[in-house]
């Protein structure tokens, strides 16, 4: 008879990353995965519990300009595992995948549930510890995992625990973490928009920072959200604040001076409702203090140049971040100090990274899973290499 022993792998972390590396590992080694809580409990809120699992730009070389941290490194990920890769891994699950108009790809059950379900599947025969993983150590070729629990002996490790990371757990190996800054997040501003809390403004203008940006914007309690706001955050994740936004509400220029002639005995809050929602036509009249059933030919040229004052260079000042309330983290492992080709740390060779926890993150519309399940492949197959 003949003994196979095959080599022990720990991944700590059982979100996207960590799983989808236990998927391409589970045949060749005795793979235990580390979680504190449920498996892939994670990916249930994405995609608004439809599971946003990619995006449909199938030239790697493009689909890295989606990221503002991690460009350049992915460039090798997602050159041996793309998009079309990560669609044949989902078919492989019996996960069919369809793409929205807008390019982003979600399961045809629409159910994050339902991917996760089917992943779990695929892993049965991984071995999972629900343990909180304290601390990673070498002794000698081995690396110890400590848990609250227990000790356990490995031949290599994959850690995969996420942005809102435990960092700690890997403090002694000495990678340098880009402090972690929230991003995909809602901003807080200097203004009070209770009034307006709820209201969609579309194809909006945004200058910040010499940056030029259009998209949907949202107003909160405190402050602004929505897709063009997620994207600001993003692109301004690592500055200081606060800092200026200009929004531009009109999506085209106007003659308001004639528009109010042609329509001298029209009020102007319904002259302004042709170009921005109701509610926000009379929140811009209560700032500028004109009763907004006042009929255009009493609008005078003040006023007029008030409220298109108002609509073309409306100003806010960031102050915070929405607390909690980030889709992702810009920061964490620093890119320098891995191989992008094995995801192995180029400090302590047998440990590997893939996922959030890297200072990798992109846009928002798939690009954070498409990092993990690309990550989380090379990573196995850095695994498999040495
Ligand atoms: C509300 C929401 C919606 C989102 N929607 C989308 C979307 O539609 N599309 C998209 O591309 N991205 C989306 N994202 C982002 C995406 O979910 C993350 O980028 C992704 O989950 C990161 O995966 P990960 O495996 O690296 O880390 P995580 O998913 O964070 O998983 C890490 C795991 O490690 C475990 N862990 C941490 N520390 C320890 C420890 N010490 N010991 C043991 N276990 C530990 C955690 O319990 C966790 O299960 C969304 C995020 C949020 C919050």
């Known amino acids: 008879m003949v003994l196979e022993l095959k080599s022990k792998v720990a991944i700590i972390g059982a ?12 045949d060749c080694y005795e793979v235990t995965l580390f979680d504190f809580g449920n498996p892939l409990r994670t990916l249930l809120p994405t995609g608004g519990g439809r599971c ?32 079309a890769d990560a669609l044949a891994f989902f078919d492989e699950i019996d996960v069919s995948t369809y793409m929205q108009d807008d390019y982003r790809i979600f399961p045809c059950s629409n159910s994050s ?4 379900e089917k992943f779990l599947c695929a892993l049965k025969n991984v071995h999972f510890l629900r343990e909180k993983v304290l601390r990673v150590e070498r002794v000698n070729y081995l690396f110890k995992v400590i848990t609250a629990h227990n000790n356990y002996n490995f031949d290599k490790i994959v850690i995969a625990v996420g942005g809102h990371a435990s960092y700690n757990i890997i403090s002694n190996l000495g990678h340098k973490i880009i402090e972690p800054r929230p991003a995909l997040v809602g901003l807080v501003c200097d203004k009070n928009f209770a009034a307006i809390s709820g209201v969609t403004l579309k194809n909006v203008k945004a200058e910040f920072s010499g940056k030029e940006l259009r998209g949907d914007l949202l107003f909160t309690h405190k402050g602004v959200s929505g897709p063009l706001i997620y994207m600001i955050s993003s692109l301004m994740a690592r500055e ?3 800092y200026k936004i200009s929004f531009d509400f009109l999506e085209k220029e106007i003659d308001l001076q004639k528009i109010l002639n042609d329509n001298s005995q029209k009020s102007i809050k319904n002259i302004i409702s042709d170009f921005v929602p109701k509610s926000f036509a009379s929140y811009i009249m209560n700032i500028v203090g004109i009763n907004e059933d006042e009929k255009a030919h009493r609008i005078n040229g003040a006023m007029r140049d008030s409220i298109m004052d108002y609509l073309k260079h409306f100003e806010v000042n960031v102050i915070d971040t929405v607390a909690d309330g980030e889709v992702v983290t810009a920061g964490g492992v620093d890119l320098d100090e891995i191989n992008p080709k094995t995801m192995e740390s180029k400090l302590e060779p047998g440990i590997y990274f893939c996922g959030e926890i890297l200072n990798i993150d992109g846009f928002c519309g798939g690009f954070n899973l498409q990092n993990c399940w690309s990550t989380g492949y090379v990573a196995a197959k850095g ?3 040495r």
């Open 15 to 26: 979100g996207p990353a960590g799983c989808i590396c236990a998927y391409y590992l589970k």
């Open 52 to 83: 946003n699992l990619a995006y449909a730009e199938y030239d790697f070389r493009e689909l890295v300009k989606f990221y503002p941290r991690g460009e350049k490194f992915l460039y090798s990920v997602f050159s041996q595992f793309s998009t």
């Open 113 to 116: 549930k339902y991917v996760r």
């Open 240 to 242: 200081n604040r606060p």
């Open 383 to 385: 695994v498999m290499q």
